[in-house]
């Protein structure tokens, strides 16, 4: 016998079979993309059964398909976590976590995304970001996940990062180390910057001594700027001296064996240092020293960090050399007169012939592009070349004997303030309380320093108007000069500038205390204060 069904019924049955011919239409679909995929993919059951593992998946985590079908997700993924963190407690927090996204329990904790640290059956360690979904299915709702390998990308990450790092403490060591502060002062401010930024414990330099073979820890720092007491420094000691006698750079944490694990020490006013890593500082075939670098955190230091810390001792070897060359060779006079050149002919046309270089390189195509600007730059290039020759002419009229000795210091000032008006068209007031002269050295510093600022006026300020003032007082005797010109931000000086460090320098021979106060729009100032005694 036959019965019809209702009418409504007779529907909703077709709407049901449509329905699902949908869903499997759309879980084919869903196994074509997830076959071609280079992501990983895998879904679960209401249980937490792996159903579906792709070959992408496979070649992610080095799983196959069939060690992993109708496992439970978390025990696959404890199997994936790396051996030091696969304990109870970490399983129990996976396994609720799974459990709580799983459909029987509404996917309440369903993370949308993670990403994790993986170790394959080789013990290669892979990082994997994942993203997890619901699936409607014909079976009922799954939990769908996809795998992305991040390995590659986090790793150039990290070396994009690491080198910016690198790129940023050479550039600020170098800038330490071209400064003209003395060799104590440059050692204290390379450990600074070095701590700062590889954001470590703390940082040592070991010289070596006049016979060659001990070491003498010269300067030591910590983040907090202190330095390391002798009874902390004293267990570094055989490991630096390793560096010193094998003339490498080595590494040593007390993830290591036994002998080279850095010795402990008990003060507990500074953290217990766990990694040392040092590189000899080396200059042609003589070993000058050790650079050292502490952490705390054991295995802090890496292979990958033994580039930046050798170029660091590079760097600061050649620096040290030359401190050391200058300190012995002081009171020879073909030194002194060689360095003496070398700072009168930078400050004279170092500049003016760089740049007449620049414009020379452009000036073939400004010719073919723009001939009314060509025009100007070459008038521009005849003007650099001609302040380039005065200045050449200039120095070595200075060069022969007697010439500063005989002339007191006023007429020397008068001399440059003429030469500046010749030059510029500016005009110059002049303002001493007396006749003035002084010892050849002190003289011929002073003069240098003035024709420095003179030049520095002529070439960068602009100014219309400069004044000199000279007077004398009961324990010294101040010099002045100020100019109406643009000025500069002082804040915008980088360290290490050659011509305002060399200035600093020079004052420094003399026992003279020199000051630059300038800002933008309103001039600038140079103060140099010459006590009596000197």
Sequence with gaps: MVYDLPKPLVADTMALSYLQEALHASESKLRVFVEHSVDGFSMLDAEGRIMMWSAAQERITGLPPAK???KLIWDVHHALTPV?????????????????????????????????????LGGERRIVQQFYFSIPTAEGLRVGCVCRDMT???????????????????????????????????????????????DITGASLWMAGKTGDDLVCTQSLDRMGRSFPDAV???WILFTQRVFKHRQTLLSSNGMNSEEAPPSNNSGEFPQVRSLMGAPIHFKEAVLGVLLLVDEAPK?????????????????????ENARLYRAGQELAALQERNRLANSLHDAINQSLF????????????????????????????????????????????????????????????????????????????NLDRETNFDAGVQEVLYRLCREVFTNIAKHAEATQVWVELVHSNDGVELVIMDNGHGFDMRLIPNGH????????????????????????HGTKVHLYLPTSN
Aim: with cysteine; hydrophobic share 40%; glycine share 4%.
């Design 355 to 430: 740049s007449a270089g620049l414009i020379a390189e452009v000036l073939p195509r400004l010719i073919e592009r723009d001939p009314d600007q060509a025009s100007q730059s070459v008038q521009d290039l005849r003007k650099l070349l001609r302040e380039a020759v005065a200045d050449l002419r200039e120095v070595l009229a200075e060069m022969q004997p007697q010439r500063l000795d005989n002339i007191r210091f006023d007429e020397l000032l008068c001399q440059l303030a003429d030469k500046y008006t010749e030059r510029t068209g500016a005009s110059v007031t002049i």
């Design 68 to 70: 992993v079908l109708g």
């Design 152 to 198: 590659e990308i986090r790793q150039t990450t990290q070396n994009l990062l690491r080198r910016n790092t690198e790129l940023i403490l050479l550039n600020r060591i170098n800038g330490v180390l071209t400064s003209s502060s003395g060799v104590e002062q440059i050692q204290k401010r390379v450990l600074e910057e070095v701590i700062q930024v590889l």
């Design 300 to 320: 802090r230091f890496q292979q990958t960090d033994l580039d930046i810390l050798e170029l660091i001792a590079a760097s600061a070897a050649i620096t040290f």
């Design 233 to 235: 420094l004293a267990p």
């Design 498 to 521: 050659f011509g305002l460090a060399m200035m600093q320098q020079q004052a420094t021979t003399i026992g003279a205390t020199l000051s630059i106060a300038s800002q933008s729009g």
């Design 84 to 120: 030091h963190r696969q304990t109870e407690a970490n399983y129990e927090r996976m396994r609720r976590l799974f459990l709580n996204a799983l459909p029987s329990n509404h996917g309440a904790d369903l993370p949308t995304s993670a990403e994790i640290e993986i170790q394959r």
